[in-house]
């Protein structure tokens, strides 16, 4: 004797993609591995990754994933027809161009070219800096050199040697050179302060010294137009290439 079962595929808003019906022996019929690998089978577009409902008595869809679970769906059954409603999960993951997934490997940058010695930029650490705080996923040890973090899998990170081996490539591994920097939040409000206050300081210091240049350029367009206002007033009184006491001397002779 066979237990039927009839399998809704739900889309959007609950909305039935497609319906299968198949049967399952009883001596199987509670066990939820084989009933999920059956389900697997009969749908050929169906995700790897799916959640598996049955309708209770309030007419809710409860989820079950284990053979009690499955056990307590059963008794729900109507018509000798097991009804199974499947609802395909969503992997989060970031959309990464097909290059950028494994296999593939990173290289250290290039040496640089023979010549003085010059100390590498403030941005590039040793190769072989150690990451503090951080722990490598497969093989419990530090991390020296490259850090490996996931790029989907939260606090995962590999050191170059276990991602030379091939670890975790169901993900696209990001590689982190330099070993990230990170300030205490006490620390870190106050280098922030600090660099806000050297900033306001600037921008006063410049906004003083524009206001000093504007108050000398007025005061000298002032001056200037106090001396073009004198000058014909000079020039009028005493004739030009004259002292005074040169007029005085030939106004006495005119007299005479």
């Known amino acids: 004797m ?3 079962v009839k399998a809704y595929l739900l889309g959007k808003d609950e909305a039935v993609k497609e ?16 009933l999920s690998k059956k389900t697997g089978s009969v749908f050929s577009n169906l995700n790897s990754a799916f959640t598996m409902f049955y309708r209770d008595e309030d007419g809710d869809l409860v989820a079950f994933s284990s053979d009690d679970e499955l056990m307590m769906g059963l008794a729900c059954m109507k018509n ?12 989060h993951r970031r959309d990464f161009p097909h290059h950028a997934f494994p296999p593939f490997t990173f290289t250290p940058p290039p040496p640089p070219p023979p010549g003085p010695h010059h100390a590498p930029p403030p941005h590039l650490g040793p190769h072989h800096a150690l990451h503090p705080n951080v722990t490598c996923d497969g093989c419990d040890g530090a991390v020296v050199g490259t850090r490996f973090k996931c790029s989907v899998c939260p606090n995962y990170d590999l050191c170059s040697a276990c991602q030379a081996r091939g670890t975790h490539t169901e993900h696209a591994l990001l590689p982190i050179w330099h070993p990230l920097q990170w300030f205490p939040r006490g620390k870190w409000m106050k280098r922030m302060r600090h660099c806000m206050w050297n900033q306001n ?6 906004q003083a010294q524009n206001l000093n240049l504007n108050q000398e350029q007025v005061q000298e367009d002032q001056e200037q137009v106090q001396e073009n206002q004198e000058g014909p007033g000079v020039s009028s009184s005493t004739p030009s290439g004259q002292c005074h006491s040169c007029f005085k001397a030939a106004h006495q002779v005119i007299n005479k």
């Open 201 to 206: 300081l600037n921008q006063d210091q410049a």
């Open 80 to 91: 000798d027809t097991f009804r199974l409603f499947i609802r395909e999960r969503k992997e």
């Open 19 to 34: 319906i299968r019906r198949f049967a399952v022996d009883q001596d199987v019929s509670c066990s939820f591995e084989y």
């Open 2 to 4: 066979s237990v039927t």
